[in-house]
């Protein structure tokens, strides 16, 4: 279960490069039952609660129906709890080695939530969004999405798997679940075709550049690069040989960067080094031909890389 999964989904919304598909996740049934069954909830768990503000002027948040039963409110997100006092042993606690409330509440067990504090005590579970990896263009009536699926140990070394990813990689062919399709925002193309583009996608930050890619090759512009960053081109160079043949048709000039395949003892490439080696084309492109600069990626990674270019240019820009 482990590794990246492609997810293609059929839907009838219309959408544009950087936006985003927002997926409800589902706890799995079984972490519901017994989460309900510690805090003695069991007797109560399908009884229908209808949740009212305490501020009359006020509505509820979008996600919260009027309506609800406990298991239908899928207990399950991990609580960031902040308080004034103890906020150093609160994130010893809880934050620093991640511990969730079942975690909290079945060490405390002497600790009863009374039912009506229960939506203050238990956050509702969010959605996640997730870049949308293909054009509308080539694709009319789906959406394929490029998903990380999340497994870790804690500090404590207890095992945890991502809620929404968990919930993405149970799916079967064929099963239906709500997608909202969010607007970018971020994100547009250049009107005019022979404008040059060059996109920087490390990781799952592949998948918003290829839905750039696919959408400028469809417009007829062969004024495209890409650098995209992956761990080994056997594991993760998604979509690889799409942008091989695009490249050998010169709709792109296509960069790799595979960090972990170099020989033990080498370091490691990234594509700001490739970036770097491309100094003279890069200049080019972004101080002669006023080339757009995309960037995309988990933000540790593309946080920095944005701050390489657009802090530092001389770091790359020779
Ligand atoms: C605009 C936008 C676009 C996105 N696009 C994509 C995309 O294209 N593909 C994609 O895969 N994701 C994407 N994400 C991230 C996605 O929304 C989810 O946050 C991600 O998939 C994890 O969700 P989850 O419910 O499986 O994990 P959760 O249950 O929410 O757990 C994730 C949390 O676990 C913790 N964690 C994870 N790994 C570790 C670790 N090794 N050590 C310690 N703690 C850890 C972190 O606190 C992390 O926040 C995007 C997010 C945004 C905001
Ligand atoms: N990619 C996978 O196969 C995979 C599978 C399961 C879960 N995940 C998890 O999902 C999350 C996101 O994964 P992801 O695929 O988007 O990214 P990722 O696999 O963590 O990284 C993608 C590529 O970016 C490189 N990178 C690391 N730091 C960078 C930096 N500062 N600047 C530029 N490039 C950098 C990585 O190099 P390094 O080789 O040095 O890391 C790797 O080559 C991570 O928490 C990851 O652990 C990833």
């Keep these: 279960m482990t590794g990246i999964r492609t997810l293609r989904i059929m839907i009838h919304d219309r959408y544009e490069p950087g936006d985003v598909a927002v997926i409800h996740p589902y706890a799995p049934s079984a972490e519901v039952e017994s989460f309900l069954i510690s805090m003695g909830y069991s007797n109560i768990a399908d009884e229908p609660y209808e949740i009212r503000h305490n501020l009359p002027d006020q509505s509820l948040p979008d996600h919260l129906p009027s309506t609800i039963t406990l298991r239908e409110s899928r207990t399950g997100e991990t609580r960031r709890v902040s308080l004034r006092e103890g906020a150093d042993e609160l994130y010893e606690y809880c934050q620093r080695v991640r511990r969730t409330i079942r975690e909290v509440m079945e060490e405390f067990r002497n600790c009863k939530i009374p039912k009506e504090y229960i939506f203050d005590v238990f956050p509702h579970l969010r959605p996640r969004e997730f870049s949308i990896a293909s054009s509308v263009i080539r694709h009319p009536r789906r959406v394929e999405l490029c ?135 890069i200049w080019e492109l972004v101080g002669q031909k006023n080339a757009w600069v995309f960037i995309s990626g988990y933000v540790p990674h593309a946080g920095f890389l944005y701050s390489l270019l657009i802090f530092s240019p001389h770091k790359i820009i020779k």
């Design 147 to 281: 998903i990380a699926i999340v497994q870790y140990r804690t500090k404590l070394r207890i095992p945890r798997k991502g809620v929404a990813t968990t919930y993405l990689a149970s799916l079967q062919p064929g099963d239906k679940i709500p997608v909202g399709i969010k607007k970018g925002g971020l994100i547009s193309l250049p009107k005019d075709v022979h404008v040059p583009i060059i996109c920087i996608g490390p990781g799952t930050g592949i998948a918003p550049a290829r839905s750039i890619i696919e959408q400028r090759v469809l417009q007829g512009s062969n004024e495209n690069t890409l650098y995209q960053g992956c761990r080994s081109a056997t594991k993760d160079q998604h979509y690889r040989s799409e942008f091989e043949n695009l490249a050998s048709q010169g709709h792109i000039v296509y960069r790799v960067a595979c960090s972990r395949d170099s020989p033990e003892g080498v370091k490691r490439t990234y594509v700001q080094d490739l970036i770097a080696q491309d100094s003279e084309r």
